[in-house]
């Protein structure tokens, strides 16, 4: 679904309220928001809702890759963040020794989806396939493109793959998910790796370029659940754990007591930012609730 498609379905998600005193530090004042840069635009997304819901609100949201996130993170800079992963022991000191308490909100489920053009011969791959290519070994994917070296993304797929760095030949790192999506679509062959939330909404000025690309269809290693078909990064396949290639998300925050943090993380997590997650394209951490109504 594009971008200005589900604004336009989310917009029906907004009524005015009024905040008792005490809700006012959730829902009033300004704060900066470290977001991994694959989760753009879902992030955007649900900021323009809570902003729209609460108007003396404002989120000013900070994109990088997950590495460059983390120095500003634990320098203190911002304190509140979106993940991929939860902190590591050593990351959670820093916050510790200070005293402070860290609340870590998981609200969705991502699939990492491998792209390529649509007048390109394979609609298929394997997770064989992507583990031989990034250790070096003889592979039919030839070109494996990433968004990042610093990235989420990078870090899963070489933990998955149990290596430190990548090949210097057939896979190669870019600078973020909209260059690997334009050069897939620039490069015929190439196989691309993105936020699969990229792919279902598109910013205005990629919406063309991914009209002309197709996700791939993944099988899993042999054994393991996923392993007897090809399953893309939908939904239901993600629900059902079919699809190899999947993350949790999650907001972290470090505010030390009451703040925007806090409450941006409540309306990711709770009704609304759930549904909004759902009509995404991803899968919500928990399936919001459906009011049949039943007429005699």
């Known amino acids: 679904m594009k971008r200005s498609k589900l604004i336009l379905l ?29 989760f753009a635009p879902i ?3 649900q900021a323009y809702v809570f902003q729209n819901t609460y108007p003396k609100a404002k ?32 990351e959670a000191k820093f916050y510790e020794r200070r005293k402070i308490k860290i609340r870590a909100t998981r609200f969705a489920i991502d699939g990492i ?7 390109s011969g394979d609609s298929i791959t394997t997770v064989l396939e992507i583990l031989n290519v990034l250790q070096g070994k003889s592979s039919k994917i030839k070109n494996l493109i ?15 793959a149990g290596v430190k760095t990548f090949p210097i030949i057939g896979v190669y790192a870019l600078k973020s998910n909209s260059d690997v999506i334009n050069y897939v679509y620039e490069n015929p062959g190439s196989v691309g790796v993105v936020g699969v939330n990229w792919m279902l909404q598109p910013d205005m000025s990629l919406e063309r370029v991914v009209a002309q690309l197709k996700v791939l269809g993944v099988k899993n290693l042999p054994n393991k659940l996923g392993s007897d078909a090809y399953y893309k990064p939908s939904q239901n396949d993600i629900a059902l754990g079919l699809y190899p290639f999947t993350r949790y ?22 009704e609304r930012g759930q549904r909004i997650i759902l009509k995404s394209g991803l899968l919500p951490n928990r399936i919001p609730s459906r009011e049949v109504i039943t007429r005699n």
């Open 146 to 160: 990433f968004d990042n070296s610093n990235s989420s993304i990078v870090r899963y797929f070489k933990e998955m």
């Open 43 to 45: 992030i955007e997304d």
């Open 10 to 38: 989310i917009s029906i998600l907004l009524f005015s309220c009024r905040n008792s005193p005490k809700e006012q530090a959730y829902t009033s004042g300004s704060t900066h928001i470290l977001v991994d840069e694959s």
């Open 249 to 270: 998300l999650y907001i972290i925050n470090c505010e030390g007591g009451p703040g925007l943090g806090a409450g941006f993380a409540s309306f990711l997590a709770g």
């Open 59 to 90: 989120l000013n949201l900070v994109y990088k890759p997950e590495n460059e996130l983390m120095r500003l993170f634990l320098n203190d800079s911002i304190r509140v963040v979106v993940l991929s992963r939860v902190l590591t022991q050593e």
């Open 113 to 119: 989806a491998l792209i390529t053009h649509q007048g």
